[in-house]
């Protein structure tokens, strides 16, 4: 392990490695998606809206189910809002109202280069029965508290098994960043490509297959949040809002994973 990678591990233990994923405590007080009393339509499918007046996971964050913090713009993109109301700072989360099973889950964002290093966008995938780790694999983007950690990493859980956690930098200037998960019986993959310009061709920006125990997708949903890490507000105090263009997913044949 290079001096680059220690670093970045020693801070990830510092602010507690279990917060670099969802799974920390995503199942708590708000219940299961389908009793979350509102629910949006956001590429083509029935999201449930996430919240909570006390902090839950993850972070633990108190969570804003308000059209100010949740919403979908006339061009049906996805809008996420950090906001600070109340004296809390409140974060934002959906939850996919349907399990989809094996297949490739992707999410197309916009521009993260501002993202607050307290800051965590989250794109993965969540069961609230706890067995195989909540079937949860992460695509995340965050330097988890410091400014030259790398700004993301794609996790199959549980986190603490050799090679289930992966760390890369998604490079600056990207207007936009496709990230997916492809799920089958013979394991995971993890792919991002970007687009500086969205008349160009995407290009590669990391992937990876992993050869860590694949979950099985029992009723594991999708999921998007945007989420401070322990709770603590963004290093500069000021709101944070990210845009999910689009989420796709298309049925996986049965085979092995590139």
Request: proline share 9%.
């Amino acid at each position: 392990m290079n001096r680059r990678a220690q670093h970045r591990l020693s801070t990830a233990a510092l602010l507690g490695l279990t917060l670099a994923c969802p799974g920390q405590g995503q199942a708590q007080t708000v219940g299961p998606p389908d009793q979350w009393p509102r629910t949006l339509t956001f590429a083509g499918y029935t999201w449930a809206v996430k919240g909570s007046n006390e902090p839950v996971g993850p972070g633990p964050n108190p969570f804003s189910d308000t059209p100010e913090a949740v919403r979908v713009d006339h061009q049906g993109r996805l809008h996420l809002r950090l906001l600070q109301r109340d004296g809390l700072w409140r974060a934002a989360e959906v939850s996919l109202s349907e399990a989809l099973g094996y297949g490739t889950y992707s999410f197309t964002i916009g521009a993260v280069d501002a993202l607050d290093p307290n800051v965590v966008l989250g794109l993965f995938t969540w069961s609230d029965d706890p067995v195989e780790n909540h079937r949860e694999i992460d695509i995340e983007i965050s330097r988890w508290g410091a400014a030259d950690n790398a700004n993301a990493q794609y996790v199959v859980q549980p986190h603490t098994t050799a090679g289930s956690t992966v760390r890369f930098d998604l490079p600056e200037g990207l207007a936009s960043s496709r990230h997916s998960i492809r799920w089958t019986p013979d394991g995971v993959s993890c792919a991002s490509e970007g687009w500086r310009d969205e008349e160009q061709q995407p290009e590669p920006v990391h992937h990876h297959a992993f050869a860590v125990p694949t979950p099985s997708p029992g009723e594991a949903h999708a999921r998007i949040n945007l989420w401070l890490i322990l709770g603590q507000p963004p290093s500069d105090g000021r709101e944070v809002a990210v845009v999910i263009h689009d989420f796709q997913f298309s049925p996986d044949q049965v085979g092995d994973v590139p």
